[in-house]
């Protein structure tokens, strides 16, 4: 099976500090993804990478920044959390070509 | 327009009906389709993928695409509560050595015992 996991299931951190969200899948998938779910906007795209160092900015990439030096890691990073970043992050992963994608388990993020 | 649309919902219907899901899309490149379920506090699931036209069933799911209407859809038979969650239509658009996996906003469906 795959396993997609991000490193915390609840955050709580103060405006202003910069946040490390991280992911990491086992299927040596190509494709990873970041989202963020509000209630009544859906699943929106934040950033995606295709390949070890590669990214592309999703929908709503303003005030996020990702890394993926590893091909099996893809971080989401928050230079300077602020109140309006308050939400669920989903990262999720996929093969090749446009096959499926599996997500891991959420990190909800609270920005106080 | 946005990239995926659903019908908004929330769509109820009593157990053992059948419950109709429908998504488009904008994208003409689109190449791979899928649906997810999602309950209330848990991260999306796949529970069908298809990639051509026409029919496809798992169990008590098919979806059917139709690529020239840029139409997606679910249908579940014999609902049960069980299946009572937000549907998510998912899109993946090829750009070249890399692929976008948009989704819709999700329907709430909700099976009544």
Not at chain 2, 3 to 20: D, F, H, Y
């Amino acid at each position: 099976d795959v396993k997609v996991t991000q490193s915390s299931r609840y955050l709580v951190k103060r405006t202003g500090e910069k946040v490390f969200l991280e992911c990491v899948q086992d299927m040596d998938h190509e494709n990873m993804f970041w989202y963020r779910q509000d209630p009544g906007l859906g699943l929106r795209l934040i950033y995606f990478s295709y390949d070890v160092k590669m990214k592309e900015k999703g929908d709503i990439p303003e005030g996020y920044s990702v890394s993926r030096e590893k091909k099996e890691r893809f971080s989401l990073i928050l230079e300077s959390a602020s109140t309006n970043q308050t939400s669920m992050y989903l990262c999720a992963s996929s093969g090749p070509t446009g096959t499926e994608a599996f997500f891991g388990q959420g990190t909800r993020l609270t920005v106080v | 327009q946005k990239e995926v649309e659903q019908n908004s919902g929330p769509l109820s219907v009593p157990e053992g009906a059948i419950a109709s899901l429908n998504c488009t899309y904008s994208d003409r490149g689109s190449q791979s389709f899928f649906w997810y379920r999602q309950y209330s506090g848990k991260s999306p699931e796949l529970i069908m993928s298809i990639y051509s036209n026409g029919d496809k069933e798992d169990g008590r799911f098919t979806a059917q695409l139709n690529k020239a209407s840029q139409y997606v859809s679910l249908l579940i038979r014999d609902s049960q509560p069980s299946d009572s969650a937000t549907y998510l239509c998912a899109v993946i658009v090829s750009g070249g050595s890399n692929y976008k996996l948009t989704f819709g906003k999700g329907t709430l469906l909700t099976v009544n015992p």
